[in-house]
């Protein structure tokens, strides 16, 4: 199991990789909306702004988010830091039920470039 300072770590490093990037994962990138990342196994959550295309203003706190974000993720620690470091699948780690994306429509379309 991952510790909180490696799941903030690995939330740091999807933060560079967005803002490095290009063409349409970066247009995707480019929302500006309220996220969330609940770590399960850790009982914590992460809040933040996804706004030109970093995440920003990242903040901790124990238990579930204290409010709904626009966009929210569930995960266990492991499953964020593999997610990032590229050693699992978004798209295997959703349909198998280890990751969940909760969002509006039109977040999920643009966010698809993402995944």
Do not use: H, Y
């Amino acid at each position: 199991m991952a510790n909180a300072e490696e799941c903030r770590e690995a939330l740091e490093q999807l933060s560079r990789n967005m803002a490095t990037s290009t063409g349409d994962v970066r247009k995707a990138a480019a929302l500006d909306r309220s996220l969330s990342c609940r770590i399960t196994d850790l009982d914590l959550t992460f809040t933040g702004q996804l706004r030109d295309g970093r995440i920003q203003d990242v903040v901790t706190a124990p238990g579930a988010p204290a409010e709904k974000a626009a966009i929210r993720l569930t995960m266990a620690s492991d499953d964020l830091v593999a997610l990032v470091g590229g050693r699992l699948s978004f798209a295997s780690a959703w349909a198998t039920g280890r990751v969940r994306l909760e969002a509006g429509i039109r977040d999920l379309l643009r966010l698809r470039t993402l995944l």
